[in-house]
Structure formats: structure tokens, C-alpha cells
């Protein structure tokens, strides 16, 4: 990595602040997060737009050694939900979205899914909390990944076969956790 690492690390940061809605007295975290992910680009000596990841991904669905999921991703927000589904079709996934859990529900009935990705608040009938435990009852071999921003939960429920995962979230992050066994 060429660039330098204190300028990369504060573009990032502010990048993730952008990212969050630029909330006041977050600048600790954000700049945690950059550190965090500088370290993970060194070790990995990746690049810094992680195109080789999503190539990478392709390449293993693409030889069938990880087979090409269908996601369905929960998010309220439209231009968060629109971000991840591109992404995930850029790595070579099939992805469904929905708004809310009655619209993700329709989705479970009628399509395979392998891993539901939602996000905890939003309106509708049900939370992401209760899509999920009705999604483990109904269709318990589908792969459920949590997200909040204003809630936290162990990263791994056992117990459940639930993985929760923090906001604001990288796709890279996401995308190795579908990748992996929890």
C-alpha cells in the first residue's frame, strides 16, 4: 500500500462519519473503524477498494467451491437496501430485497433463500428481531445475519444459529460473514 496510511485512515474516518449521518462525539469510533480496517488491508495487502474480494468471490462461485447464494436483504432504508444489493450481485450472489418483514416474508414463501439479512428497526407487523425468529421456526435451514444501529447483541447466538452484526457495517464485513459457517 502505497498511500499513506495517517491520510488514508482520516479519509476513511470521515468517510464512516458521512456514512452514519455525521453524529456529534463519534469520531473515537469512527476513526477505531478506519484503524481497524488500514490493519485489515495491510495484512491482507488488499486494495482499498476490495476489488479483489469481490473478485475473489466470484471466482469460488464461479468454480463451485462456494456455492452462489440467494440473499434476501431486509432494510428499511432504500438507498442503504440498494447499496448492499448491488454489492451482493457484484460479488455474484442472487439477491432479493424487501422494505419491511411482511414484504421479506413474501419472499421466504415464495423463493430459496439461503441467508436472511435484516435490519432490527423497522415498521411493519413484525421487527427484524420476530422476522427472524419466525423465519428460524418456519424455514430453519436459512442462514440469519442482524443488524443495528441503535441495538447491540452478541455477534453469534448459538442457541439460535443467529449472527448479528453492528452499523454502520462494510459489505466486505457482511460478505465475509456469509461466506463463513456462523
Known sequence: ????????????????????GRPFGQDERHWAQAVLER???????????GAEVITRARQIARSGLGAKRSILIVEDEPQLRYNFVDFFDEAGHK??????ADEALVHLRNNVIDILFTDVDMPGSLDGL???????????EIKIIVTSGLIALPHFDEALGISFIAKPASAFELLDLFTTDK
Request: charge should be negative; proline fraction near 2%.
Open 1 to 20: 500500500m502505497d498511500e499513506n496510511r495517517d491520510d488514508w485512515t482520516a479519509a476513511r474516518a470521515y468517510s464512516l462519519w458521512e456514512q452514519a
Open 39 to 49: 490493519n485489515l488491508l495491510e495484512r491482507t495487502r488488499a486494495s482499498s477498494d
Open 95 to 100: 439477491t432479493f430485497e424487501a422494505g419491511n
Open 130 to 140: 420476530g422476522l427472524a425468529a419466525q423465519t428460524r421456526v418456519k424455514w430453519p
